[in-house]
C-alpha cells in the first residue's frame, strides 16, 4: 500500500523574528531578533501556520547573545543540546561565530553585513534545507537573497518578500569562498551587469543580493500592493533601475502581490495595560478622556478634555517620514487653533526631534507641544489618549502607525502613498465611511489641508464624532489583524503548490 503523501512542508527563512509557538521547540520563547516589522510580520505567520497544524519550520541565524540571554551559561548549553536531538523540533537555528556575539540583526558595517548574510545563507542552504527538505521555501530581504536562485535550481517553488529596499553586493568568489557552491546556481543570479561566462562572473561583476531574490524567486510580494505599483512603475528614484525592472516583470508575469503587514496582536485597547484605562469601540469615550488626562497630566500639558491630541508615533526621519512638513507648520497650526487647545505629542526618536524641542522652547508651547523620546509604554498611551495620529509619508512600504491609530480611535492623518494608500481612507461622516484624512499633495499645503479636515470634524457634533470612531475602531480591528495577513499568504502558498496547504483560517 503506497504511503500517504506528508502534508505539504513550508520553511520560513528570516533573519528576524519576534516570537514563536511553544510548541516549535524548547528555546522558542525566548527567541527575539528584531529591527523592524519583519520580525512581527514573521513571527505572526510562523505562529499563524503552525496553530492551525500547517508543517512549518523556520530558519534563522542563532543569535546567541539576543536569544535566551537572561539564562545562565551551563542552562543555555543544555538547551542548546537538547535542541539539537529533538526530532520535531521545527526551530533551525544557522550557526556561525560572525553572528553569534551579534547583539542586533544588523551590523552598521556594510562589510559585516556581507559576512552575516553569506554565513546564514550558507547554512540555509548546504545544512537547513537539505534536513527538512521543504515543498516551499519562504524568503525575506535581502539577507536571503541567494536562496531563491538555489531553490529554483533543485525544483522548490520560493517565495520571496520584500520588506525593506537595502541590499549589498559580493562577487562570486567572495560568496564561493564563504563555503557557498554558487557554481550550481549562478545562472539565476543578479549580477550588476550581464556576465559573459562564469569565471567573469566570479571575478568581477558584483552579485546584488535584493534583486537576485527578485530575480530568482518564483513568486515576488511587497508589503503593501500599492508600493508594489509605485516601484515596478519607477515612482521612487531610490529604487534602482534593475530592482524596478525585476518587479516590473515579475508583476506583469502575475507573480508579484502585495501582502499587507498587521499590527501585533497587543496592540488593542481593551486589553493594553500601558493604557491608564482600558476600552473598547463601545466605552471609547469615557477610556479615551481618561487616558488624556492622564497624558496631559504626565508630559505637563495643559488638562483639557476637549483638546484635540494629535499623535506623531514614528521615528523623525525627514528623509521618509514627512517631519520637516509638520516642524514648517507647527507654530501657525498651535496659534490658528489656539482657542480649539489643539495639542502635539511627539513619542519619536530621530534627526529632526531637536527642531521641534526648539519650537516649543522658542514660543513657550510646553502647555500644547510634548516632545519625548520613543518609550514603548509611552507610545501606547499616546495613543490611547490621542485624537489623531500623524503619518505624513514621503513613502511608506507598509506603515503599522495608520492601522494601530484606528484600532485605538486615534484617526489618522496620512500622505496618499504606499501603504498608507492602501489602509486609510477618507473619512465621510454622512455616509459613515472612511477610517481618517488623506492629503495628496505631498508639501506644507496638503500636511495643512488634512490637519484641517481632521479639526472639522473633530469639531463636529460630539455624538456623530464617536459614533464615527466606534464604528472606525470596530472596523479596523476586523480588517487590521494576523489572521487576515496570514489568510493571504497561505491562499498564495497554495497557488505556489497548487495544492492545499491548510484549511482557512478566516
Partial sequence: MPDKPRDPRVLIVTPEVTYLPEGMGNMANSMVAKAG???DVSAALVAALFEH???????????????ASHLAPLVRKELSIIRRHVPDNRIHLAEDRVFFYQNRPYSDAWQENIKIALAFQREVINHIVPQVQPDLIHCNDWMTGLIPAMSRWIGVPCLFTIHNIHTVRATMAEIEDRGIDAAAFWQGLYFESPPGNYWEARERVPVDFLTSGVFGAHYVNTVSPTFLTEMAGGRHSFVSGPLRR????????GCAVGILNSPDPSYDPQTDKALARQYGPKDHEVGKRHNKRYLQKSLGLERNDNAPVF???????PIQKGCQLLADILYRLVDHYRDDGIQFVFVANGAYQQHFYDIKE???????????????????????????????????????????????????VVHDTGGLHDTVWHLD???????????????????????????RFYLTDPRAREAQRARVMEESARRFNHNVTAQQYIDLYETMLERPLIKSIT
Fill in 37 to 39: 516589522g519583519l520580525a
Fill in 53 to 67: 497544524g500547517a508543517d512549518v519550520h523556520v530558519a534563522l541565524p542563532d543569535y546567541r547573545s539576543m536569544f
Fill in 246 to 253: 525585476e518587479l516590473a516583470n515579475k508583476l506583469n508575469a
Fill in 311 to 317: 499623535v506623531w508615533p514614528s521615528r523623525l526621519d
Fill in 362 to 412: 522658542r514660543h513657550n508651547l510646553h502647555h500644547r507641544i510634548a516632545v519625548c523620546n520613543f518609550d514603548e509604554n509611552l507610545s501606547r498611551l499616546a495613543l490611547g489618549a490621542g485624537d489623531f495620529v500623524l503619518v505624513p509619508s514621503r513613502f511608506e512600504p507598509c506603515g503599522l502607525p495608520q492601522m494601530i491609530g484606528s484600532i485605538y480611535g486615534a484617526l489618522p
Fill in 429 to 455: 461622516a454622512e455616509a459613515g465611511t472612511g477610517n481618517g484624512f488623506v492629503f495628496k499633495n505631498y508639501d506644507t499645503g496638503g500636511l495643512w489641508w488634512g490637519i484641517s479636515e481632521a479639526m
